[in-house]
């Protein structure tokens, strides 16, 4: 239907519960390695999947009973399924969003949303009396284009070709938070 397709795969641990597992006990004390081909596997059909750790360090566990996957550095295999998953961080030594706090895992969610619901819209069809559109954002009606988009709250026209609009100030952040959005196409009333 159009609707862009991603997944998001948050995490206080590195993957257990495989599969394949001999027993309860290497279920949960080996790392599951089908992780990384299931996400490479989806992002080839175009579903990237975005990677959110939680208080994750760069380090390597302990050898022992724990229900976490043994001699595994969590850091480095979140790094390499953001990387499988296409769209990892610019960030060499970090690719993956780690939160160490609720307001870190906030920004990550949100610095996500950003990327997968962009704020220029492409309008199908094009309308043919672009100066009779109104867009509805997450419930909020924006009437009439803006003239600035970095001050002014609501959409605009990316060109005269009126084939995208540009989400400006609240209307993007609605948009990206809920992903609501309708544009409708008036009629001119004569008069």
Do not use: H
């Given at each position: 239907?159009?609707?862009?397709?991603?997944?998001?795969?948050?995490?206080?641990?590195?993957?257990?519960?495989?599969?394949?597992?001999?027993?309860?006990?290497?279920?949960?004390?080996?790392?599951?390695?089908?992780?990384?081909?299931?996400?490479?596997?989806?992002?080839?059909?175009?579903?990237?999947t975005?990677?959110?750790?939680?208080?994750?360090k760069?380090?390597?566990?302990?050898?022992?009973?724990?229900?976490?996957?043994d001699?595994?550095?969590?850091?480095?295999?979140?790094?390499?399924?953001?990387?499988?998953?296409?769209?990892?961080?610019?960030?060499?030594?970090?690719?993956?969003?780690?939160?160490?706090?609720?307001?870190?895992?906030?920004?990550?969610?949100?610095?996500?949303?950003?990327?997968?619901?962009?704020?220029?819209?492409?309008?199908?069809?094009?309308?043919?009396?672009?100066?009779?559109?109104?867009?509805?954002?997450?419930?909020?009606l924006?009437?009439?284009?803006?003239?600035?988009?970095?001050?002014?709250?609501?959409?605009?026209?990316?060109?005269?070709?009126?084939?995208?609009?540009?989400?400006?100030?609240?209307?993007?952040?609605?948009?990206?938070?809920?992903?609501?959005?309708?544009?409708?196409?008036k009629c001119?009333?004569?008069?």
């Amino acid at each position: 239907d159009g609707l862009p397709q991603f997944m998001v795969l948050v995490t206080d641990g590195a993957a257990n519960c495989s599969l394949e597992a001999a027993d309860e006990a290497e279920r949960f004390e080996v790392y599951d390695e089908a992780l990384t081909q299931t996400i490479m596997d989806a992002a080839t059909n175009g579903i990237p999947t975005f990677v959110v750790g939680i208080d994750i360090k760069d380090e390597v566990s302990e050898t022992k009973q724990d229900g976490n996957p043994d001699a595994t550095n969590t850091f480095q295999k979140l790094n390499e399924l953001a990387v499988a998953g296409g769209v990892p961080k610019n960030d060499p030594n970090e690719q993956f969003y780690n939160s160490q706090n609720q307001i870190e895992l906030q920004s990550a969610l949100t610095a996500i949303a950003q990327q997968v619901l962009p704020c220029v819209i492409e309008l199908n069809p094009v309308p043919v009396y672009p100066d009779e559109v109104q867009v509805t954002v997450d419930g909020v009606l924006y009437e009439d284009p803006v003239v600035d988009c970095d001050s002014e709250d609501g959409w605009m026209f990316v060109d005269e070709t009126y084939m995208q609009i540009m989400l400006c100030g609240q209307a993007c952040a609605g948009f990206q938070s809920s992903g609501n959005l309708a544009a409708d196409y008036k009629c001119p009333i004569d008069g």
